[in-house]
């Protein structure tokens, strides 16, 4: 510093730590979301771009998927924001005990939203180098396979350390609520995929 | 053991932290061993410092810079005369892919974004980067991913397939080897870094401002890497998306641009250029930004209708996002897409244009001197004025299509991106100089250059205008006689030597100002922005105590005293978070120490992207390596916490 300092305000007593747009990681993952999403948009775009040229959608004389395994799995996913929320309120109070018995249920979920989405693979009734529709909808899913998965190794990963000393750390706490927040976007982001995979190829025949 | 809930209400206060007892060269000592790099090669690997970074992106991306350079006085070595044979066609395919593709990936983006990291903590008074070591990872990334294009260049197996990389040139039928793999996969490398310094900046400027340095006080070279590192992040997932399907069409089979299977080749064009018209903007708005800074402290008064300027940088990165068909008149569209494409690109002027109103009526309003920065903004605005309307011209379909694919073309946007983005870089380079290295840069030298290259670059472009409308084509390797297009080539190629020894000059410049330039004073321009009140160079803390800032100007505001707060820890790297629109002091935040593990991962990465051109399979083995180091760089490397929260 070339001036001489002029002393104002002492900051020592400000928290170390805050929830929500007062965290900085929170901006980075609402920066990594943006991202995300825009892949996603971007996906979508192509989708259309592709049915645009075609007579019907599915393209004859290709059946829709099946849609048992991707209801069930939208069910699943939709279900587990239930826990989700529960580990998210949780963390905002601080509660670090239910946290960390919370934790092990998300992990198991994803899971079971894992081996769901290895049926859906199987339900697609067309490979991805078939035409340009099956690659459409194999990166639809892919793309979004590989959210879950990285959510999963996130979330197993965050479990491991909440058992920890470091659990009663609220920075950890404030990492546990992103964690949340996070999920969230995941299965929001399953909705249109999920109707553009399994409805809008039945619905223009 | 405390709980959660109690550690969150009591922080401990028996630390040392700044504030009137603990000031000046003590304060400097304990700050600077906290902020220091580990010794040795591996601490110097581990730096996770935002001025190591920025630094090694601005070097890199010269060095990039030069190669490419190279590679333009081959081709117009090639060009100067008709029927010329020095280089085969293919060969002059393979330069003119890499010279485009590293001007564009690997030069433009990368410098300003190096610009940016360097530059933008010490301009808003804070003490590092958001994510340091996200933004360390990203420059190894980009680091390998051009080297991943140079090495394949100089095996022989670089692509060939123009900047743009258009199937079906690109895809399985026509696109044999590696070439187009290895351009699709440099695509993705650099949109990973940029993707993540794009992330850096934006949660820097919009937590981490100096306390008082509210939105409407921001330098405008802020706000320009706001609105820059916002189209990264909404421009840049459509190339990553789109390269990686052409990837999946060579690789695994997949359809996207066949048409025989209902795909579509016009798919990869809108994808492309719905990243790569914005992607102009994101090297041309960063540089209205240093043209900005230059030109309020060389006209010694604040710039003009600040807020008009802002609003077109928030404009044009908006109204970017609308222009990308515009590349595409020659495919066919509907009579409505022309008019509104049309309309969309004309438009797009009209906030630039007021930009460059508000800075000759700062230049006319102040008491302007003339020293090499001021001289590249005025090159700047007499060339990028021409590119401009150029480009407002094409904006008409029938002239684009008579146009289209041509000398023209060519001209026109050489003139917007050197114009437009290398001279200001290159007045950038010579106004933080003194910041970065803490010596001047030659003054008799610096003007030489700029004349020679200013003077050089309008002999070796301005013809090409000619060339283009009596109908020379781009990317064809030779030219016949006897159509009138022997003089404006040759001409071109005068010039482009002229700039080739200019650079050469300002790298002498740099080079010798860094070994035995004039010793530079804190605020050797009499700069009024906040990276002017640290020393030059800046400490690895940048600043001793943060700063409160109380106008858009403060060092002109000053007087003798700054003032600042005060209370942050010295012992572990702590920032200061401040609220997004009024920047009040809100939290502590603690910032990361050097690691190994962004190097690592990116290795890990690196491996897996590698692998993945020759087979599918390495991007489901390669994740295992990426996961564990990212793991690792996460995990808390102490058993139990600190009484306070470190990143280590």
Known sequence: ?205 | MTSALEKAKAPPTNVPRDGPDLTGAELDDKLAKTWSNPPGFIGWLSSVDHKDIGRRYIITALVFLALAGLLAAVIRLQLSRPGNDFISAQRYNEIFTMHGTTMMFLFAVPVMQGMQIYLTPLMLGTRSIAFPRLTAFSFWMYLAGGSLLWVAFILNIGPDIGWFAYPPLSGPQFGIGKRADIWAQMVTFTEIAALAVAVSLTATILKQRAPGMTLPRMPIFAWATLVTSLMVIFSMPSVALTSSMLLSDRLVGTQFFNPAERGDVLLWQHLFWFFAHPEVYIIFLPATGFVSEIVATFSRRSIVVYPIIVLSLVATGILAFGLWVHHMFATGLPRVGYSFYTAASIAVSVPTGLQIFAWIATIWEGRPKMQVPMLYVIAFIITFVIGGLTGVIIAAVPLDLQLHDTYFIVAHFHYVLIGGAVFPLLGAITYWFPKFTGRMMSDALGKTSFWMIFLGFQLAFFPMHIAGIYGMPRRVYTYPAGMGLELPNLLSSIGSAVVAAAVLLFVINMVKSVLAGRKAKPNPWGAPGLEWVTSCPPPRYNFAHIPVVESRTPLWDAGETMQVIHGLRVEDRELLLTTVLSAEPDVREPSAKPAPWPLIAAIAVTVMFVCSIFSPWAVLFGTVPATVALVAWFWPKSPVPDPEPTIS
């Open chain 1, 1 to 205: 510093m070339n001036m001489r300092p002029t002393f104002t305000r002492d900051v020592a007593e400000l928290p170390t730590h805050a929830f929500s747009y007062r965290s900085l990681t929170w901006w980075g993952i609402i920066g990594f979301m943006v991202i995300e999403g825009v892949a996603f948009a971007m996906a979508i775009a192509a989708y259309f771009f592709l049915m645009s040229q075609e007579q019907s959608w599915a393209p004859q004389p290709w059946e829709p998927p099946s849609f048992v395994a991707g209801t069930l799995f939208t069910i699943v996913m939709l279900l587990s924001e239930i826990p989700n929320t529960m580990v998210k309120k949780a963390a905002e109070s601080y509660d670090v005990g239910r946290v960390r018995r919370l934790m092990p249920w998300i992990v198991a979920i994803g899971v079971l939203l894992l081996i769901l989405r290895g049926f859906e693979f199987n339900s697609l009734n067309i490979l991805w180098y078939e035409n340009a529709y099956g690659s459409i909808l194999w990166t639809l899913l892919l793309l979004h396979t590989v959210h879950i998965g990285t959510d999963w190794v996130d979330t197993v990963v965050l479990w491991r350390l909440m058992k920890t000393p470091h659990g009663e750390e609220p920075r950890r706490l404030v990492d546990t609520d992103e964690n949340a927040l996070y999920w969230r976007f995941v299965w929001l982001t399953w909705l249109p995929i999920y109707a553009l995979i399994y409805w809008v190829p039945r619905l223009f025949r």
